[in-house]
């Protein structure tokens, strides 16, 4: 069974940086892609960040050049690395996975969210 566990959330400074993880249990299976999504309080999710195996990522252009995602594939962890946080940046966070089994099935996945606030 997969699941996934988003730690690293919390209050920050405007300015600050946080480093989000994401750790998917379970066995049998490969990145396919991995992203971030947030969701700010009467908004609608939008992608953070998104990383495809092979290809190289794509940033929601409100992040680019403060925020950085990355994988490790023998760790299954997925991480988001953000700096110069802003208080619009202020949101829950949430891991997403695609995986694929090595029978050949393949499945999108999302963690529970973490909280991220930022403080003026």
């Known amino acids: 069974q997969v699941q996934l566990v988003e730690t690293g959330g919390g209050l920050v400074q405007a300015g600050e940086s946080l480093t989000l993880s994401c750790e998917v249990s379970?066995?049998?299976?490969?990145?396919?892609?991995v992203a971030w999504y947030r969701q700010a309080p009467g908004r609608q999710r939008e992608l953070v960040a998104e990383?495809?195996?092979?290809?190289?990522?794509d940033y929601n252009p409100s992040v680019e050049g403060r925020v950085f995602i990355s994988r490790d594939d023998a760790k299954k962890r997925v991480y988001l690395q953000m700096n110069a946080l802003k208080p619009e940046d202020t949101a829950v966070y949430y891991c997403n996975v695609r995986l694929r089994f090595y029978n050949h099935n393949s499945g999108d996945y999302w963690g529970q969210g973490t909280q991220v606030t930022v403080s003026s």
């Open positions: 990383m495809a195996s092979g290809a190289a990522a």
């Open positions: 379970g066995s049998d299976f490969s990145f396919d892609a």
